[in-house]
């Protein structure tokens, strides 16, 4: 990890215990992040951009007091005067229209309350299917701290969850932060087993309010094996159990990117920009599987008691800024021109037979060159 100033991962852990009230302030202390201290206030975490030298994309709302978020934010860009931020909230969106930002919905994410959540009544049939499927199939759910597991066991199932992925080249990384597989500091993580055998597990990584845990954040989600039931549901369903007993408050089941976008005019918000997140979330489903993924967290019904929907927001200086943007998908792990040109190959597949060798060529060509760079 690269700081901007002599600031170490146990005194960004401090602020985190204070401030770190968003689902995705935990990120911060992921490979690679930088962070934008100032001391007895807080900190903003960001990357900078490999296509533009001097800018950077910050992640989530600056992690300090809700008073003096304002002030940080200033003397950020101070320093880098025209950022692009992703994954804010609507707090922080006032503030950066207020300095001439543009302020887009990017998408939504899905919290549960653990202390009133059910899965009692038609809407959530789903779901209890889930959980006595694997009751039958003999599958239960512990800690990791409880049972014996070897850290080669944890990544052979994480390398064949994202091997079948639409992105499975490169593990998506800064929207989620990656797996760790060692102990970290209040990150609970829950193994499913079907007799000694490890078939699944969830990491949870914490939210804070002043000095506790008040929620969790599901962040890495992994299952072994085909299976006639959702693993990794069932371990989420066993996980707020637990949680409940322990009084805490919230389980963020994380981001659904470019879902239910739909800006009426709340905040001075580009139009283009919110055409092109929605026609990602209909038509580039190849990238990355952007409506599977909303899908799934609606079997938590947001609709209903128990769950809600909470609006994400990016915020930039530009109405449609591309190559900021190609920059942010690579940092996630995404090759936008090489997957839309593989797209567009396999449409031809599905009409003609064959595609000419000097065609593949020029796609291997794009694959190597749209390669997320590993440079921070």
Not at 63 to 83: H, I, R, Y
Request: hydrophobic share 40%; net charge negative; with cysteine.
């Amino acid at each position: 990890m690269q700081t901007t100033q002599a600031t170490r991962p146990e005194e960004i852990i401090e602020i985190l215990r204070r401030h770190g009230t968003g689902s995705l302030s935990y990120s911060a202390l992921q490979e690679g992040m930088l962070w934008y201290t100032k001391p007895d206030v807080g900190f903003i975490q960001y990357e900078k951009l490999d296509t533009l030298a001097h800018n950077a994309v910050c992640l989530g709302d600056p992690v300090c007091s809700p008073k003096q978020q304002e002030w940080l934010l200033t003397e950020f860009l101070k320093a880098f005067p025209d950022p692009i931020l992703i994954h804010v909230s609507k707090e922080t969106g006032k503030i950066l229209e207020k300095k001439g930002f543009y302020i887009n919905e990017m998408g939504v994410e899905t919290i549960v309350d653990a202390q009133t959540f059910s899965t009692a009544g038609s809407k959530k049939e789903f779901l209890r299917s889930q959980k006595n499927r694997a009751q039958k199939d003999g599958v239960v759910v512990r800690e990791m701290k409880d049972v014996n597991v070897s850290m080669e066991q944890l990544q052979h199932i994480s390398d064949e969850w994202l091997h079948k992925k639409a992105v499975h080249d490169h593990e998506l990384a800064f929207l989620v932060r990656p797996a760790v597989f060692q102990d970290e500091p209040d990150v609970r993580k829950f193994v499913a087993m079907r007799g000694d055998e490890i078939v699944g597990f969830v990491f949870f990584d914490p939210m804070y309010r002043k000095g506790k845990v008040y929620g969790y954040l599901a962040n890495i989600l992994r299952t072994l094996g085909a299976h006639s039931y959702s693993v990794t549901d069932f371990i989420i369903l066993e996980a707020i159990t637990t949680f409940k007993s322990e009084g805490i408050e919230d389980l963020s089941l994380g981001f659904s990117p470019f879902t239910d976008v739909d800006d009426q005019g709340e905040f001075n918000y580009s139009k283009p920009l919110q055409d092109l997140f929605k026609y990602t979330y209909e038509h580039a489903n190849y990238m990355y599987s952007f409506k599977s993924l909303a899908f799934h967290k609606g079997r938590y019904r947001p609709d209903a008691p128990g769950a809600r929907q909470v609006k994400v927001y990016c915020a930039t200086k530009h109405s449609l800024p591309l190559w900021m943007l190609y920059g942010v998908f690579r940092k996630m792990g995404i090759a936008p021109v090489a997957q839309t040109a593989e797209h567009a190959v396999q449409c031809v597949e599905e009409m003609v037979k064959g595609v000419p060798d000097e065609v593949r060529k020029i796609i291997r060509h794009l694959r190597h060159a749209d390669q997320p760079s590993t440079e921070v």
